[in-house]
């Protein structure tokens, strides 16, 4: 099945709709993108070149098969496969998620936001004998506020909040 991304103003998916592949082939029984828009337009009403086809299996600008390990690069297509909300960038070809925060921006090698601090490379913490996972999130206010500060950490059971400063946490 091949899916195809509705889109409306500026850009914003507003649907995604699959047609069986025997629906794209063309004269030469070949698929072809357009004769799945022109099909999406008989069916729909909406203009075919407001319909843009996008990979199922694709996601941060890598395919992966149907058990999720990477697979054949040369089917990846246009960075993401697009959802509702989503925005069609027509220059990079590239099917963008909805932007998280205010200060992260566009990564086309990976497509996909980044945040201006590159994420914790300390993930785990010891309490006692055990391996724990900090639980760390994005604090925008705190990084509009001082833009040495972002991403915030929690240890199970604990209030104090921690501040990732590039290479330790910090307790407040």
Known sequence: MAHFAKL?????????????NDQLLNADNVEDET???QRLQEIHGWPAEMWIKTSYNTRGNKYYDADGSEGDQSKKLRGNYA???????????IFWPPQLHASWTKNNSICAWSPPIT????TTYTSGEDTLYWSIGWNETGYQADNTKGW???KAGSDTIWDWNGSAWVSR
């Open 8 to 20: 409306g103003v500026n850009g914003k998916v507003i649907a995604v709709h699959g047609l069986d």
């Open 83 to 93: 959802g509702i909300g989503y925005t069609w960038d027509e220059d990079n070809q």
């Open 119 to 122: 994420y914790p490379s300390e």
């Open 35 to 37: 004769v799945g828009q």
């Open 152 to 154: 915030e950490g929690l």
